[in-house]
């Protein structure tokens, strides 16, 4: 157990606490585990044992196993189990909802900068945004000042205020809304954003086209129907808020009907009472997952938390 899952556990205690699933794991001894203590996740690791068995025994190449591995989950035991839990309680999952997922697989936005590659997803979340950004600030002459001084950080920052403000008034899922991506990834747009800047003050961030922007923290998945249903679950909020399947180690993901029981819920009906059901006022994911490739390999990976590749080269200093 390390010091900062530890405070969350221990801040967010009563909410674990509210799952006797929950409290098991997260709440052994009746406590929030303290750091350096041993934590014990047994039912997850036999659900990625089960799936590492179904792999094993497909036979074949490594897509037959990989796809064994994928039925074990949404087709096998572990989906019986969820599907069990969700009628139990008034769930709204079915088998066919599980069999029928498919994740679709895209091209990345793909932008050249600095001897690299940079690779996003598509403006469905933020990630182009950092494309935008990059290319502004590049045309402030950063590399002549010092790292992080205030001129470094006065610069950087501008040109994120204009590739935020771009984000939030052209954004949106590529199959409801135009986005002008290739005009917002020019260098001739960067040039004429990198001239509005002013060197010497900053600016009020720029507002957005008439479109008022709702922001739920950290949504990472989050559905609103035009009755009003509402299906979230989020990297921060998921395992204090929602029941761990017994058995498995996994948290259910929730469905409910504008529910007022949870905090996160709470929060997504205060903001959106009053909003209009439109197709561009959709929640888009703010974290960003992004690849730096600076040869065969990745040269650094970037989410929640950026990791380099084990054995890339160093690539050049972040902006």
Not at 15 to 27: D, M, Q
Not at 291 to 301: D, E, K, N, T
Request: aromatic share 6%.
């Amino acid at each position: 157990m390390y010091p900062l899952m530890s405070s969350i556990i221990s801040a967010f205690a009563d909410e674990y606490a509210r799952w006797s699933s929950n409290a098991a794991i997260y709440l052994p001894k009746g406590r929030p585990p303290q750091p350096g203590e041993l934590f014990v996740q047994s039912d997850l690791a036999n659900t990625i044992q089960y799936m590492v068995d179904a792999e094993a025994a497909a036979g074949g190449d490594r897509l037959d196993g990989l796809q064994a591995a994928r039925d074990a989950f949404y087709k096998g035991d572990i989906a019986s189990r969820i599907l069990t839990f969700h009628r139990e309680h008034g769930g709204l999952l079915s088998a066919e909802d599980l069999a029928s997922y498919r994740t679709p697989v895209e091209k990345p936005v793909i932008a050249a900068f600095d001897g690299f590659e940079l690779c996003t997803p598509r403006p469905w979340c933020q990630g182009p945004s950092m494309i935008q950004a990059l290319r502004i600030a590049d045309q402030l002459d950063l590399r002549s000042l010092p790292h992080n001084s205030v001129a470094y950080i006065h610069r950087l920052t501008e040109a994120l205020k204009i590739a935020f403000a771009d984000r939030d008034r052209y954004f949106g899922d590529p199959d409801h809304v135009d986005v002008p991506l290739d005009r917002l990834l020019s260098r001739e747009h960067a040039a004429q954003a990198a001239a509005r800047i002013d060197l010497s003050r900053a600016t009020v961030a720029e507002g957005v086209s008439g479109r008022e922007t709702v922001t739920l923290d950290t949504s990472y998945v989050c559905v609103v129907d035009r009755d009003g249903n509402v299906f979230s679950a989020t990297p921060s909020d998921v395992s204090m808020d929602t029941p761990v399947i017994p058995g498995t180690g996994i948290h259910i993901l929730c469905l409910c009907r504008r529910s007022r029981r949870q905090r996160l819920f709470r929060h997504a009906q205060r903001r959106l009472d009053g909003h209009p059901r439109h197709p561009r006022n959709r929640h888009m994911p703010i974290v960003p997952r992004f690849a730096i490739l600076g040869g065969p390999r990745p040269s650094l990976v970037g989410g929640p938390g950026e990791k380099a590749a084990p054995d890339a080269e160093p690539c050049h200093r972040s902006v």
